[in-house]
């Protein structure tokens, strides 16, 4: 199942070229890094990079919700029920989406989804319960 990571600037390579160091080069991946080189035209953009994939579905990430870029995708997603849109890219999500691509069906995708939305942690808090529990005789 093709693969589309799309965000404003260059967000989704440097995220591609991050997944690459971990788990090495990932086949039939689209990046779109919209609003870069003259790349203003996301419909289009978006429009292009699902050309082929109405038959076989795809997964799309985005960047943020409500922007430009998730939009497009999400109007294109009403034509289309095979493509599975996520929004809120990060690091954990993409390794995860990845390591488990063979078997990408809206439930495993749900739970990548969930188990990525637990790792934004303000590290402060934790500094202070982990000194706490450190000297705790």
Do not use: W
């Not at 991946?29 to 109405?54: P, Q």
Request: with cysteine; charged share 25%; hydrophobic share 40%.
């Amino acid at each position: 199942m093709k693969v589309i990571l799309a965000s404003h600037g260059a967000l989704a390579q440097g995220m591609y070229d991050a997944v690459t160091i971990i788990l090495g080069e990932q086949s039939d991946v689209e990046i779109i890094s919209a609003y870069t080189d003259g790349n203003n035209d996301i419909d289009s953009l978006a429009e292009k990079a699902l050309r082929e994939t109405y038959k076989e579905g795809c997964v799309v990430v985005t960047d943020i919700l409500g922007g430009s870029v998730n939009n497009a995708f999400l109007s294109r997603m009403r034509d289309n029920p095979r493509i599975q849109l996520i929004t809120g890219m990060n690091l954990g999500l993409l390794l995860e989406l990845f390591s488990k691509r063979d078997e990408l069906k809206e439930t495993v995708i749900c739970s990548i989804v969930e188990e990525a939305s637990q790792n934004c942690i303000y590290c402060n808090a934790l500094k202070s319960e982990t000194r706490e529990e450190e000297f705790d005789f």
